[in-house]
């Protein structure tokens, strides 16, 4: 039987996912952000909580897992690398780790820049990457304790991941990732049908997030500073990507 899956806006912006596979009872959680919107779709799934997947420390990410262990009692999963600073972490997990959660498995990468102990999660079989705020949906984050050429070599990490790869992130922040990306990559014929889609999906309230690898490749981009038309719109044909990325990164600062 498939996975299920269960997108959870939470706070302003951010997004929870929930897996449920049912021929094992397994109940995943990525990110816990919140606990009351988690607990309603729980309970409108009728589905009891069993892990819980951390990405990184930050308070949106983590501020529910108290009260939902509390509630279910859940193993809770998160990075090695500042599990000192995320509650009530059972499992502590580092690059090259695999996460079994029921029959599901999950492979893990260290993608410092965003915080230094940041992770992601990836689903081979299921197709799924979590990604947290490492990399979002024509965008990626902020890098608050590593600098940009580390989040660049993060993101080589997952870059090639097979295109039918569905990107979860953890924010709706696509329309404004969107209006900068055209700025950055203005002859993109792909980017600017994507970013009408966005638009469009945005005025109509639905969310952006799953999108797909595929997709990310060919119009986020911060995953293309090693493409000419990228590195000729920021002025710096040429130059090393690490160099294009930091320039993109530095822009979107201050877009
Ligand atoms: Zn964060």
Redesign the pocket.
Same mark, same amino acid.
């Given at each position: 039987m498939a996975v299920e899956i269960r997108l959870v806006p939470c706070l302003s912006d951010n997004y929870a996912v929930i897996l449920h596979e049912a021929d094992t009872n397994t109940t995943v959680l990525i990110d816990a952000p919140e606990a009351a919107p988690i607990e309603k779709a729980l309970d409108a799934s009728g589905w009891k909580l069993t892990h819980m997947l951390i +990405?990184?420390? *930050?308070g949106?990410?983590v501020e529910g897992i108290a009260p939902l262990k509390k509630k279910y009692g859940a193993t809770v999963i998160g990075p090695r690398g500042e599990a000192n600073e995320i509650p009530m972490i059972d499992t502590k997990v580092a690059e090259g780790d695999v996460v079994s959660v029921g029959n599901m498995k999950a492979k893990v990468f260290e993608t410092p820049g965003? +915080?230094a102990g *940041?992770i992601v999660f990836w689903f081979e079989k299921e197709k799924l990457l979590f990604a947290?705020?490492t990399l979002f949906a024509l965008g990626c984050?902020?890098c608050?304790e590593r600098p940009p050429a580390t989040l660049w070599e993060s993101i080589l990490k997952i870059r090639d991941l097979p295109g039918d790869t569905r990107l979860y992130c953890?924010h709706e922040y696509t329309l404004s990732n969107a209006k900068f990306s055209v700025t950055v990559d203005p002859k993109n014929a792909a980017l600017k049908k994507r970013f009408a889609e966005i638009e469009k999906a945005r005025a109509e309230g639905r969310p952006t997030v799953p999108s797909l690898m595929s997709v990310e490749r060919e119009t986020n981009p911060f995953l293309r500073p090693d493409h000419p038309d990228v590195a000729e719109a920021v002025g710096m044909r040429g130059a090393d990507p690490a160099a294009v990325f930091t320039e993109l990164r530095e822009r979107k600062n201050s877009f």
């Amino acid at each position: 039987m498939a996975v299920e899956i269960r997108l959870v806006p939470c706070l302003s912006d951010n997004y929870a996912v929930i897996l449920h596979e049912a021929d094992t009872n397994t109940t995943v959680l990525i990110d816990a952000p919140e606990a009351a919107p988690i607990e309603k779709a729980l309970d409108a799934s009728g589905w009891k909580l069993t892990h819980m997947l951390i +990405t990184h420390k *930050h308070g949106d990410h983590v501020e529910g897992i108290a009260p939902l262990k509390k509630k279910y009692g859940a193993t809770v999963i998160g990075p090695r690398g500042e599990a000192n600073e995320i509650p009530m972490i059972d499992t502590k997990v580092a690059e090259g780790d695999v996460v079994s959660v029921g029959n599901m498995k999950a492979k893990v990468f260290e993608t410092p820049g965003h +915080t230094a102990g *940041h992770i992601v999660f990836w689903f081979e079989k299921e197709k799924l990457l979590f990604a947290g705020d490492t990399l979002f949906a024509l965008g990626c984050g902020r890098c608050f304790e590593r600098p940009p050429a580390t989040l660049w070599e993060s993101i080589l990490k997952i870059r090639d991941l097979p295109g039918d790869t569905r990107l979860y992130c953890g924010h709706e922040y696509t329309l404004s990732n969107a209006k900068f990306s055209v700025t950055v990559d203005p002859k993109n014929a792909a980017l600017k049908k994507r970013f009408a889609e966005i638009e469009k999906a945005r005025a109509e309230g639905r969310p952006t997030v799953p999108s797909l690898m595929s997709v990310e490749r060919e119009t986020n981009p911060f995953l293309r500073p090693d493409h000419p038309d990228v590195a000729e719109a920021v002025g710096m044909r040429g130059a090393d990507p690490a160099a294009v990325f930091t320039e993109l990164r530095e822009r979107k600062n201050s877009f």
